[in-house]
């Protein structure tokens, strides 16, 4: 006999990733959009795999940029949307 189809639990909406993140969904786009996070686009709104974005965002990342980053400078807020949903994520 074939299992009723139904929703699979590792794939997340905006919203639910977001909550699961304690982020706000409109961070965890821009975080798709910047390819922070992979995501598929469906429409106008992503999916994401659960297990994906936990892999990505326990990975070690360097921080890129210019040579002249001046440190006492505050990251912008793509920095530190990545660094509290990696912080979340090691936590989980």
Known sequence: M????????DV????????KLGLS????????NAG???ALRT???????WN???DV??????ITGSSDHDESRPPGAGLL????AKERAREL
């Open 25 to 32: 969904a409109q961070t965890v786009r821009r975080m798709a």
């Open 81 to 84: 949307a990545t660094q509290q």
């Open 52 to 54: 994906a974005v936990l």
């Open 12 to 19: 997340l909406t905006t919203r639910e990733l977001a909550a």
């Open 2 to 9: 074939t299992e009723p189809l139904g929703r699979d639990p």
């Open 57 to 62: 965002l326990r990975q070690p990342h360097p």
């Open 43 to 49: 429409g106008k709104d992503y999916r994401y795999s």
């Open 36 to 38: 922070q996070i992979p």
